[in-house]
């Protein structure tokens, strides 16, 4: 599914559910296509179900933060940029925005 986005909209014309899906360790589409800097197809996976960014995988990793660790912040700005204008999840998402800034400050902080 990563990085197709062509087949991606094709499925989720026809099965928009499976947006919504999680694996085993309760990583959804959206962890996947955040962790692999995949933004056109989060942003379709967005318009399916936009309160697909709260879900958390079995680590306790939403794919906003998925996307910080990953160094993605294309995707991390453009899916947080959203949810604030078009739905103004602005304390949810002013919380998960703060703690991706810490990982990723921690993280460069540690690798240099």
């Known amino acids: ?22 694996d085993s360790r309760k990583s959804s589409p959206l962890h996947l296509a955040s962790a692999k800097g995949y933004l056109q197809i989060a942003k379709r996976l967005l318009q399916v179900d936009p309160d697909m960014y709260l879900v958390s995988d079995i680590d306790g990793r939403n794919p906003l933060l998925i996307a910080a660790m990953k160094g993605h912040l294309d995707v991390l700005l453009w899916i947080g940029l959203m949810l604030l204008l078009l739905l103004g999840h602005t304390i949810r998402l002013v919380t998960i925005l703060i703690q991706c800034h810490l990982h990723v400050s921690w993280n460069s902080s540690t690798n240099q």
């Open 1 to 22: 599914m990563l990085g197709h986005l062509e087949f991606v909209d094709e499925i989720l014309t026809r099965k928009p559910e499976l947006a919504k899906g999680v």
